[in-house]
Every structure is written in C-alpha cells, then in structure tokens.
C-alpha cells in the first residue's frame, strides 16, 4: 500500500467530478456531506472501509452542544459563551481561542440542523461529565457512536451525498497555483480511480493508528492500548506537510483511564461521577477521578503494572447499565463483585487494611489527599473492574482559521482545501488534560458543519451563519 503523496500537475480529463470531495465519511464527513446536499451541492464521500466507521463509530456516541432546541426542552439553561468557557477552563487557556468561539457557537445550530433531519437527541441527565457545568451531552437513544454514525450516513445519503466505500484515499492533485483538483482512490484491487472536485475537505484521520507518530508526538501513550480506529494514520498530517500546511497542538489527545482489560472494553466514566473511585494494586487512591478521564489515562498507566480497579456500588451498578459500553462489558465477565472490604483486597491482592482505610475515606467530609470532596460513601457489595490506561484519538492536526480553512506555515488559508474533525488541531490544547468530555465530536460535527458553509462560499454559494456568538 502506497503512502499519501501529493502529486503536481493536471489528473486525467476522464475524471470524474464534483464540486465537493470529502475524504472520511464519520461524523465530520457525513454532517457536512449532509449540509451540502441540503442546498443542492453535490458532494462524493471517499471513505476507506466497506461501511463509514472510524473514530466517531467507537465513541460513545456524545455530542456536547450547548442552546441547542433539546436543552430548551428539557428546561436546560446553557450557552455557546458559557461552554466556551468550560473549554477553555479544562484546556487552562491553551486551547486555540478562534476555534472554541467557532466550534462552540455553532454546535447547537449543527444539532438543530440534525434533528431536523431525525435524528432523535436527548440530554444525557443524573451526571456531569468532567468539566462541563451544564448538561449539554446530546445522544441518541441507543447510546451509541456506531447507532450515530449510521444515522448520519442514513441522512446524509438520502438527501443525496454520494458515498464511495472501500476506497482509500491516497492521492491529492494539485495545480501550479497550489489549488486542489483532485483525489486518488486506491481500491480494493489494487486501481486508481480520480475524483476531480473544486474544494476538498480533509474530515480523515488523526494520526491515533501510527505508531511512530505516537512515539513521536505523544510518549506518554507509546506503549497504551490503543482504543481508535486502525485508520487514523496521520494522513492528513502527510499530505500537509508536503502542501507547506501548518501543524498545531500535536502533543494534544483523548487518552481514557478506563480501558476494561482483558476485555477491551470502555467503562462509562459516569463510574467515577456517581462516585466511583480508582484503587491501584497497592489498595490505595492515586489521583481526584473527577478531573477528567483523558489524563486519567496516563495516572493509571503510571501505577503497578499499568493498570488499576474501578471500584463502586450498586446504587452505581444501576446508572452504568444505561450504557451500552458497559453492558458489553459485564457480558465479558469484566465486573467483579465482592461482599466485603477483605474480598475486595483478595480480588485485587493488595493488602486489606490498607484498602479498608482507603475506602473509609470515601466518605462526605473526609480528608481526601487529592483534593476530591465526596457526597456519599460506597456501600458493600463493592463492584470492581480491572481497567488499564489506552489512547482514544488525537487532538492535534492541521492548522485552520475559524472557517476551517487550511493555514500555511505562515497563516495563509490555502485556496480551497478545508480541514475538521481528527485531521484538523482540535480544542484540547496541546496537553492531554486540556480534552473536555465530547471535545472529539465537538470537532467533527461543529467542524463539518462550518466546513460546509466554506466549501458552499467557495464555490459562490451562501448557506447561511446559524451561530451564536461564544465570547466567555
């Protein structure tokens, strides 16, 4: 299999052609595939699998998005301003200001646009994840990024976006004055196929799937579990590099310190919310879990072994069958149950008066040495589940302006290749505790929502601007 190249020069007049080309069918893919052929756009999809999958497909599924017709609904006072801020607050300031006011004020008129379409959101309720001071994580009803990303591509093609399956994307053309002209499709047997196209948007891949990237970039995670898709492979990253594309935020990512092991499964951080605490093999408490559960992931790759148990109740046991995650897991013998405190430090083979402080200190009012103010202690039986730190997706990409336009190394938006979701820098900043829970799909679907309106001004079409002004 041959690597992403850019290739100079005019592709075959043969072509075909469409005015929009986007390579990745996920969550950024298909919402702007789907805005576009809202206005009669006609746009091609070049996704590398049989069916759209990747990282919006092994997500949970959750979209942050804050005034959106939803929230209002359910009685939910919330703001593109005040998520924003929360952004901002998790990233300490460091994540990139134009791209949270963008991202952030356009989410709700994104998830709007989307239910207009029938896909049935609702508010997650009973908890807030890390950071957020709002309940603004929308799903669908079964909870899931694959049961998402099928209702996308079911919207997006019926309102007429084409999408090409089993076709990776491996060539871009460009002409002498640095415009796209087309794409090259290696297919399964080994052939090229050209789309030409006026504007190409990169909704493709982070670089989660490359080894040496990872190495590079992020060695905190360069022996984690990686939990993303095998084609987030830095492709974008190569074919920007060789475009004189600037890069940006490459040390940020979504790490996840609940990683179910053996099982290979993702355990709801709702867990340590509705509190749930970590326990390492030594019996003890190593960090505040309601900090968040990306840098979680590098905590607990830190302890023995690399691994620790997610330790909770039944009152907690109920919440966590709400995800379907979880209920895999279960199904894969992942929880642990144990009558007593004496179970509980044979299970994890620590020694027993030392778990038995631990846990005395999961109380209200007690001293907690990270920091953690608890509003109930855990009750016998007490549930377990050996987990271990993994890597989800990357954060950092392509440099783009607010309109998701591609920058050069000197801040100049190329002329018509536009960037979102995974190839693109993200809101996370360039560290791992700055993602906020949902930073992910912010990206892709606010992203593919503006990336729209941009290929649409691009080609001297007007979509329209239904933002809302994010300024905390």
């Not at 290979?264 to 093999?281: F, H, K, P, Y």
């Amino acid at each position: 299999m041959s690597a992403p190249v850019v290739k100079r020069g005019e592709p075959d007049a043969d072509a075909m052609h469409v005015p929009v080309a986007i390579i990745g069918a996920g969550a950024c893919g298909l919402t702007a595939a789907l805005r576009l052929a809202d206005a009669g756009i006609d746009t091609v999809l070049i996704e590398r699998d049989a069916a759209p999958s990747g990282s919006s497909a092994l997500s949970s599924g959750f979209i942050p998005a804050a005034g959106t017709a939803v929230q209002r609904a359910a009685g939910i006072d919330d703001d593109a301003g005040r998520f924003a801020a929360d952004i901002q607050a998790k990233a300490q300031g460091a994540a990139a200001p134009h791209l949270v006011a963008a991202y952030a004020g356009a989410a709700a008129a994104a998830m709007d646009a989307l239910a207009g379409h029938g896909l049935a959101f609702e508010v997650l309720d009973g908890f807030l994840y890390p950071g957020h001071t709002a309940r603004r994580m929308h799903t669908l009803p079964e909870r899931t990024g694959a049961a998402l990303v099928a209702a996308l591509e079911r919207a997006a093609t019926q309102a007429g976006a084409y999408l090409l399956t089993r076709a990776l994307a491996r060539e871009i053309w460009v002409d002498e004055a640095g415009r796209v002209t087309a794409v090259g499709c290696e297919r399964p047997d080994g052939s090229i196929d050209l789309i030409g196209c006026d504007v190409l948007i990169l909704a493709c891949n982070g670089f989660g799937g490359n080894a040496a990237m990872v190495a590079e970039h992020l060695p905190a995670m360069r022996d984690a579990v990686y939990g993303g898709h095998v084609g987030n492979d830095g492709s974008a990253i190569a074919w920007g590099a060789q475009l004189g594309a600037g890069l940006a935020d490459l040390g940020g990512y979504q790490g996840h310190g609940s990683w179910a092991t053996p099982q290979g499964a993702l355990i709801s951080w709702a867990v340590m919310m509705d509190g749930g605490v970590q326990i390492n093999g030594d019996g003890r408490r190593f960090h505040d879990e309601t900090h968040g559960y990306s840098e979680a992931a590098v905590h607990v790759l830190a302890q023995p072994g690399g691994v620790a148990w997610n330790v909770f109740d039944d009152r907690t046991l109920a919440l966590a069958r709400g995800f379907p995650d979880f209920v895999a897991a279960e199904a894969g013998h992942a929880r642990k149950t144990c009558a007593d405190a004496a179970a509980l430090a044979a299970l994890i083979g620590c020694d027993a008066e030392t778990l038995r402080q631990t846990l005395h200190s999961v109380a209200p009012g007690a001293s907690d040495l990270h920091g953690r103010r608890f509003e109930r202690a855990l009750q016998a039986p007490y549930h377990a589940i050996k987990v271990t730190g993994a890597l989800f997706h990357t954060q950092g990409g392509l440099d783009i302006d607010a309109q998701c336009r591609v920058r050069d190394a000197h801040g100049q938006a190329l002329p018509n290749l536009l960037a979102a979701g995974g190839a693109a820098r993200g809101v996370s900043g360039n560290d791992v505790s700055g993602y906020l829970s949902g930073n992910g799909l912010l990206s892709a679907v606010a992203g593919g929502h503006i990336a729209a309106a941009t290929a649409a001004a691009l080609l001297g079409r007007e979509l329209g601007h239904e933002t809302h002004e994010a300024t905390p």
